[in-house]
C-alpha cells in the first residue's frame, strides 16, 4: 500500500471538488458570520444556517466595492474548493446579493454582470439593420400567438420577403436548450439577412428561457443581426441585452426589421417624380446649351452676300497690284532696253561711226600710230564693211 503526501491529497480533494459540475457552479443561501476585509481587498467571512458553517471568500476582483456585514442573510454563487495551505473547504464567491432579491433575480443580476464584462452587451459590436431584408428568420414557438402575430405584420407590412421559420419551445425546462439549437440550425440558413427571437408575454418565470447564457451566445453568435421581441413592454431579458436591436413586442420586431411598403411605394413615386423633374431640367438646360451654341455658330460664319463682296474687293485689289507690278516692271525693261541701245554697235555706226579691223589680225584699229602704210583695213560702216589699204 502506497502512502500519499498531505499535499498530494488536498490537491487530490482540490481537483475531485472542482470537477464536479454542481460544485462548480453552486448558489447558496446563508447568514453571514466572521465577516473580514484584508489589506489587498479580499473579503473573507463563512455562510451559517441552523445545520452548518462553510468558509467563503469574495476576492478583490469580484465585485470590488460590495460590502456586507454579519447578520446579512445573502445568495451568493460560486464553486467549492479546498485552501491548500490549511486544508479547509472553502467556498470562493463571485457573485454575493441580498437574500430577498430571490434566487431568480440574483441569477439574472450575476449572469447579466458576467456576460456584459466579456463584452456581450457591447453597443459597439451590434450591427445595423438591413434596409430592404428578403429573407426573415424567426425563432419561436411553432404553435403560439406570436407567430401568427409574425406573419399577419410581415404579410401586411413587406408581403415581398420569405419568412424562414426555426420552431423552439420558448416555456419549459428544455426552452433554453432548444432556442439555442433553433439558432444554430437558422444561422446556416442561405441568404438569411435578418432574424428574429420572440415569444409573447409571461410571468417571469415563463420568459426564464431568454435568461439562459446557452441562449445569450447563440445570439452572440448569430451571423446577421437579430431583433429581440420577447414579453411586453416592461418585460426584459439577457437575449434583450445580446441582440442587436429590442423590441417590446414581437410584432413590434417585425415592425423594426422591416420597412412599410406602402412607406416604400410612396418614397418610390416621389423619387420617380423627382428624377422626372430633374430629367426635364437637365433636358431644357441641355436645349439652352445647344441653342446659344446655334447662335453663337451663327454669329461665327459670315453672310455668303458679305464673304461675296470682300472676295470681289480682294479681287479687284489684286488685279490693281498686279496691273501696278506690270507697269512697273515695263518701266524698267523699257529703261533697261534704252540704256542697251546706247550701247549697241550698231545704233553707233548708223550715226556715221566706223569700225577699223586690222584686216589680218581683226584686232580694232584705234589709233593712226597703230597704222603701218601698206596695211589692209576692215571698215565696218551701218550697212555693209569694205577692204581698203594704206597708202
Known amino acids: 500500500m502506497q502512502a500519499f503526501t498531505v499535499s498530494a491529497v488536498v490537491a487530490f480533494l482540490r481537483e475531485l471538488l472542482e470537477a464536479n459540475e454542481i460544485l462548480s457552479d453552486l448558489w447558496i443561501a446563508g447568514e453571514v458570520s466572521n465577516y473580514t476585509r484584508s489589506q489587498p481587498g479580499h473579503r473573507y467571512f463563512s455562510l451559517k444556517d ?15 466595492g460590495l ?6 442573510r445573502v445568495l451568493a454563487h460560486g464553486r467549492v474548493s479546498v485552501y491548500q495551505q490549511r486544508g479547509e473547504l472553502q467556498f470562493v464567491c463571485d457573485f454575493v446579493r441580498p437574500e430577498g432579491i430571490g434566487l431568480q433575480a440574483a441569477q439574472f443580476e450575476e449572469l447579466k454582470l458576467r456576460l456584459e464584462a466579456e463584452g456581450l452587451f457591447e453597443p459597439g459590436r451590434k450591427r445595423a439593420l438591413p434596409r430592404f431584408p428578403m429573407r426573415v428568420g424567426v425563432v419561436t414557438s411553432p404553435t403560439g400567438a406570436a407567430l401568427q402575430d409574425i406573419q399577419n405584420v410581415l404579410a401586411r407590412r413587406w408581403p415581398l420577403a420569405t419568412l424562414v421559420i426555426a420552431p423552439a419551445n420558448v416555456q419549459g425546462k428544455d426552452a433554453p436548450t432548444q432556442i439555442a439549437a433553433a ?7 442561405p441568404g438569411l439577412d435578418v432574424a428574429i427571437l420572440a415569444r409573447g408575454g409571461g410571468s417571469a418565470e415563463d420568459l426564464s428561457a431568454f435568461n439562459s447564457e446557452a441562449v445569450a451566445r447563440a445570439i452572440f453568435a ?19 441585452f445580446v441582440a442587436d436591436m429590442r423590441a417590446p413586442t414581437p410584432s413590434a420586431a417585425v415592425e423594426r426589421a422591416t420597412p412599410d411598403i406602402r412607406q416604400v ?6 423619387l420617380e417624380r423627382a428624377m422626372g423633374s430633374a430629367a426635364r431640367s437637365l433636358l431644357g438646360e441641355a436645349a439652352g446649351s445647344v441653342e446659344s451654341a446655334a447662335l453663337a455658330l451663327d454669329r461665327m460664319v459670315p453672310d455668303p452676300r458679305t464673304l461675296g463682296r470682300e472676295v470681289e474687293m480682294a479681287l479687284r485689289a489684286m488685279r490693281s497690284t498686279a496691273k501696278a507690278c506690270v507697269q512697273l516692271d515695263r518701266a524698267r525693261i523699257e529703261t533697261a532696253a534704252a540704256r542697251l541701245d546706247g550701247l549697241d554697235p550698231h545704233a553707233t555706226l548708223a ?6 579691223q586690222d584686216a589680218k589680225t ?3 584699229v584705234s589709233s593712226v600710230r597703230k597704222v603701218k602704210s601698206g596695211a589692209r583695213l576692215s571698215v565696218a560702216v551701218a550697212d555693209g564693211a569694205f577692204w581698203t589699204e594704206v597708202s
Open 265 to 270: 411605394t410612396n418614397s418610390v413615386a416621389v
Open 183 to 189: 439558432l444554430r440550425l437558422l444561422a446556416r440558413e
Open 362 to 364: 581683226r584686232k580694232i
Open 351 to 356: 550715226r556715221g561711226f566706223a569700225i577699223v
Open 50 to 64: 441552523g445545520g452548518g458553517v462553510l468558509r467563503s471568500v469574495l476576492f478583490r476582483t469580484s465585485m470590488p
Open 67 to 72: 460590502e456586507f456585514k454579519n447578520g446579512d
Open 222 to 240: 448569430f451571423p446577421v443581426p437579430l431583433v429581440s421581441g420577447v414579453g411586453h413592454e416592461t418585460d426584459e431579458t439577457i437575449a434583450d
